[in-house]
C-alpha cells in the first residue's frame, strides 16, 4: 500500500495538505453526479480536490478525478488528466458550504511517512486549524505547537497496529484512511 494524495488547500499564498476534518460540506465528485474509481496505490478513493481561500471564503478551484463519465461541471469542462487521474476541472471557483474545523498542514517530516493511508497531522511542521461556517473562515489558531508536542510525547498517530490481530489491523487501516478527528 501507499501513502494516499492529500486534497490542498491554498491559504494566504501557502500550499498546505488536508491532514484532519470535522464538519461537514467539502465537495467529493458524487456532488456533480462522477463516479470516482481508484486510479493509483497512492489514491484509492480516485479523486484529489484543491481548494482555494479567497478573501474569507473557501472556494473549490481544481478536481482531478479518474472517472468513466466526466461532465461539465458549471460549464467546465476538464482537460485530459495525468498522474492517476482520466480528468483535471480547473477553475471551478465553487464556493463550499463546509461548516466544521479542517486542520492543514505543511513542511512533511519526511522521517515521518507511513506508507499507508493519509499521513497524520503529528507529520507536519506547520499545522493550522481553520474554524469555518458555511464555507466562510471565520478564525485561524496554530496549531504546531500541538503537534510538536505531540510529536515528543509520542502521542501521535501510531506508524503501525499494536499487533497482528486482525481487529487491531483492520483498526487501524481504518484510522489510517480516515481524516476525522473531534474538535478539542
Known amino acids: 500500500m501507499t501513502g494516499q494524495i492529500a486534497d490542498e488547500f491554498c491559504y494566504n499564498g501557502e500550499t498546505y495538505d488536508l491532514v484532519g476534518i470535522d464538519g461537514e460540506g467539502l465537495y467529493t465528485p458524487d456532488d456533480f453526479r462522477i463516479h470516482a474509481r481508484a486510479g493509483s496505490t497512492a489514491c484509492w478513493r480516485g ?3 484543491i481548494y482555494d481561500c479567497i478573501d474569507g471564503e473557501l ?6 478525478v479518474n472517472t468513466d463519465n466526466a461532465p461539465p461541471i458549471n460549464g467546465i469542462e476538464p482537460r485530459e488528466g ?26 512533511f517530516i519526511s522521517g515521518m511517512y507511513v506508507h499507508m ?12 486549524e481553520l474554524d469555518i461556517k458555511n464555507g466562510e473562515i471565520i478564525q485561524e489558531s ?6 510538536r508536542e505531540r510529536r515528543e510525547n509520542g502521542k501521535q498517530k501510531p506508524e503501525q497496529p499494536p499487533s497482528a ?5 483492520m483498526h487501524w487501516i481504518s484510522d489510517r484512511f480516515s481524516q476525522d478527528f473531534k474538535s478539542e
Open 47 to 49: 479523486y484529489q480536490m
Open 82 to 107: 495525468e498522474y492517476g487521474f482520466s480528468h483535471i476541472y480547473e477553475n471551478l471557483r465553487l464556493r463550499t458550504h463546509f461548516t466544521g474545523k479542517i486542520r492543514l498542514g505543511k513542511d
Open 117 to 128: 493511508g493519509f499521513q497524520s497531522a503529528e507529520s507536519y511542521e506547520t499545522v493550522i
Open 165 to 169: 490481530k486482525d481487529n487491531d489491523v
Open 59 to 64: 472556494l473549490l478551484d481544481q478536481m482531478n
Open 142 to 147: 496554530d496549531l504546531s505547537p500541538l503537534m
